[in-house]
């Protein structure tokens, strides 16, 4: 059974910075591709980040510049550091991991790809 432990996010005032990281754990080394995604009240989960297992990364337009995604901490392991936040940002964040090892990082930002989800962690950026 794969479990995604998340960590960080909270509140934040708009033009400063908070990090999520992510932990996948409870099965073999094989690398997936990760990435994050965030949802809305009442909106779809859409993906605004993600890495695959060559280091490439693909980001959604509302948050390139601002954030950026790394798995510099290990295998299935994947942080999310958001600068500049905006209050537009606010939202449920979840950690994800792409349905299989092969998959890229265009694959892995969509909601279909996904093979699991960590438990959603929320953030909220005030004026």
């Known amino acids: 059974q794969v479990r995604l432990d998340e960590s960080g996010g909270g509140s934040a005032q708009a033009g400063g910075s908070l990090r999520l990281s992510c932990r996948a754990s409870g099965y073999t080394s094989r690398r997936y591709c990760m990435g994050w995604f965030r949802q809305f009240p009442g909106g779809m989960r859409e993906g605004i980040a993600s890495v695959d297992t060559d280091g490439r990364t693909l980001y959604a337009d509302a948050v390139k510049g601002r954030f950026i995604i790394s798995d510099d901490d290990g295998p299935n392991t994947v942080s999310l550091q958001m600068n500049s936040l905006k209050q537009e940002d606010t939202a449920i964040y979840y950690c994800?991991?792409?349905?299989?090892?092969?998959?890229?990082?265009?694959?892995?930002?969509?909601?279909?790809?996904?093979?699991?989800w960590g438990q959603g962690t929320q953030v909220t950026v005030s004026s």
């Open positions: 994800a991991q792409g349905r299989y090892s092969y998959f890229d990082a265009t694959r892995c930002s969509a909601r279909e790809n996904i093979g699991y």
